[in-house]
């Protein structure tokens, strides 16, 4: 069946560092691919995506790109700043028929000032 | 606009007790996926509704477990009997038709002694 597996947590940087959260999957199809987070607290919220191969999904000054012939959708960011401390998850799902989201088990990241 | 509501957003109650969860999606939104979020499991598809109706609840951990969607604007998951096992975060999402984003609730913090 069809899976996500990303790096383990908890990630800890310092602020202004380079961020990668590395995200692999496994599908028997041709998926879109998600990266969601979760502030403490509060319910998930889609953060960016990427419907096909090669396509580069980008917000908030993070980014990820679908690579198939890795089969990897790592999330990036240039400069983390203390506000993106949160839980991420990667997530793929088919945008025909039943539409579920199958999750990765999630990385805490705690940017420190 | 609103965004998806649930109710209540902590509840505790003592094992072998019914525990009642309710969704209201956001309006015109005609998916809904209610999710289970544990420690040691992650996040877990439970059910999905299209249109109201129930398309896959291979997620349903078993007999205990029970949703409806009477309405468009209106869901509930049923646990009865309420296990301590049955602690954790779920939450319930909405989304347009297929490839479309799921918007998440706040969720529900369950806890059963």
């Known amino acids: 069946g069809d899976s996500v597996t990303q790096m383990e947590g908890p990630v800890t940087l310092s602020e202004e560092a380079f961020l990668t959260i590395n995200c692999t999957y496994t599908a028997t199809g041709y998926p879109s691919l998600f990266w969601y987070v979760q502030y403490p607290g509060e319910g998930l919220q889609l953060l960016l995506k990427a419907t096909k191969a090669d396509d580069k999904g980008s917000n908030k000054g993070f980014e990820a790109t679908y690579r198939k012939e890795t089969t990897s959708f790592h999330l990036e960011k240039g400069s983390v700043q203390v506000s993106d401390s949160a839980v991420y998850f990667c997530a793929l799902s088919y945008p025909q028929g039943a539409q579920k989201l199958v999750f990765g088990q999630g990385t805490r990241l705690t940017i420190n000032p | 606009d609103a965004g998806v509501i649930q109710s209540p957003r902590h509840e505790v109650t003592e094992m072998g007790q019914e525990v009642t969860l309710r969704c209201k999606p956001i309006s015109g939104h005609n998916s809904l996926f209610w999710y289970r979020q544990t420690m040691m499991r992650g996040l877990e598809l439970l059910i999905y509704f299209n249109n109201n109706v129930p398309i896959d609840d291979s997620g349903m951990p078993e007999d205990r477990f029970s949703a409806k969607m009477p309405n468009a604007s209106f869901s509930t998951l049923k646990i009865q009997p309420s296990e301590p096992r049955d602690s954790a975060v779920y939450f319930c999402?909405?989304?347009?038709?297929?490839?479309?984003?799921?918007?998440f609730g706040p969720g529900t913090r369950l806890t059963v002694t």
């Open positions: 999402a909405s989304s347009l038709p297929p490839g479309y984003e799921q918007y």
